[in-house]
Every structure is written in C-alpha cells, then in structure tokens.
T-cell receptor, first 112, second 113 residues
Framework: DAGVTQSPTHLIKTRGQQVTLRCSPISGHKSVSWYQQVLGQGPQFIFQYYEKEERGRGNFPDRFSARQFPNYSSELNVNALLLGDSALYLC???????????FGSGTRLTVV | QQQVKQSPQSLIVQKGGISIINCAYENTAFDYFPWYQQFPGKGPALLIAIRPDVSEKKEGRFTISFNKSAKQFSLHIMDSQPGDSATYFCAASIWGNFNKFYFGSGTKLNVKP
C-alpha cells in the first residue's frame, strides 16, 4: 500500500513568491493535516481538513491557506514567502478523528 | 507558550544501554500521548502511544511511563541499538479532536556501537 505521498520533495523559492505543496493521503483516509517543521524543532500544526472541510487551524498568518479536494488530496499554499518559511512541510493522513496519523516524508522548502 | 517540553535535547548511549527521554505537558485535557521516531529526510513515524488510563505501556524494547499527577511521560528504549539512532519526538493531543498534535522539541539519540 502506498503511504502518504507529498510533492515536490524539494524546492527553492525567492522571497515574495508563492508556493503550492501537494499531498495525497493513504487510500481510504479522509483526514489530512499539515505541519511545519523548522530545522531542529518539532513539527508545528498548520491546518487540518476532514471531509473537505477545515477542522482546525494553527497559529500561522493568513499567508498560509489550504484546501482538500473530493478525492481527499490536499494542497497547502503559502503566499509572499519569507525567509522564515524555510522548513520541512509535513502532511499526515488519518481515516477519521478516532485514528492516529501517518506522516509523509515532507517537502523541503528553501526560501532565498 | 510551549505546550509540551522535552528533554534532553541530545543523548549519547552505548549499544545495549537504556535510553530515557522525558516530556512534560501543561494542558490537562490532553489524553493521547504518542512518541514519534524520525530519521533524516523522513517524516515522523509513530513508535508507541499511551492513553492516561494506564501508567505504562510496553512494545518490544520501547516502554512509555506515564505520570498523570505530575503531567509527565517518558520513553525508555531498552537494549539500545545503533539502528535506534534518530530524533525522537513526544507529542500530546486531545483524542478525537481531529488529532491536532503538540510536539516536543525533539531528542537526537546517538547509540554508539
């Protein structure tokens, strides 16, 4: 079975640009969460989606947005990139609210 | 305000030794406490988890000890192996609350052969 897949694996962007990160959950999983992991720190919660609706939002600015599609895949968008947005962005999926999450390998974003 | 505090930041253990990582939390509403293992270039992988209705859970060489009154929990890795060298994160969440996890800052474990 395929795990949580994220694309791209790495990308480099310039300050002020916009980026879109993609996530495909495990088949049958309806919930997707996004986390930001800055080097040397633990992951920080950004968003959670279940059945295409936003169910939770972390303490991130409005430059961060996300959506979930009918096939339960998800996109994370970040506008007006700052150097501080450089991080590993992790997507995690779960069947529903009563099950644990499986993380993908992440997208390494570098803002220069 | 950090909801979950983890220590130590790094740990060096000889092969066959016991690795101990500690975490403390603030929010008494937390009722699910997982530990994740992360290798370089990979996402965190669930290692073991505990609910507050038990004080200890063991899976193979990995044991979680939980102290509800002290709001602390710890991971013990028995007979540590070089393959256990990774970064370990504790986390806490409210079960059923779409599992929004609060992670600790991580412990980098190095098991010497």
């Amino acid at each position: 079975d395929a795990g949580v897949t994220q694309s791209p694996t790495h990308l480099i962007k310039t300050r002020g640009q916009q980026v879109t990160l993609r996530c495909s959950p495990i088949s049958g999983h309806k919930s997707v969460s996004w986390y930001q992991q800055v080097l040397g720190q633990g992951p920080q919660f950004i968003f959670q989606y279940y059945e295409k609706e936003e169910r939770g939002r972390g303490n991130f600015p409005d430059r961060f947005s996300a959506r979930q599609f009918p096939n339960y895949s998800s996109e994370l968008n970040v506008n007006a990139l700052l150097l501080g947005d450089s991080a590993l962005y992790l997507c995690a999926s779960s069947q529903d609210r009563d099950h644990g999450y499986t993380f993908g390998s992440g997208t390494r974003l570098t803002v220069v | 305000q950090q909801q979950v505090k983890q220590s130590p930041q790094s740990l060096i253990v000889q092969k066959g030794g016991i690795s101990i990582i500690n975490c403390a939390y603030e929010n008494t509403a937390f009722d699910y406490f997982p530990w994740y293992q992360q290798f370089p270039g990979k996402g965190p992988a669930l290692l073991i988890a505990i609910r507050p209705d038990v004080s200890e859970k063991k899976e193979g060489r990995f044991t979680i000890s939980f102290n509800k009154s002290a709001k602390q929990f710890s991971l013990h890795i028995m007979d540590s192996q070089p393959g256990d060298s990774a970064t370990y994160f504790c986390a806490a969440s409210i079960w059923g609350n779409f599992n929004k996890f609060y992670f600790g800052s991580g412990t980098k474990l190095n098991v010497k052969p």
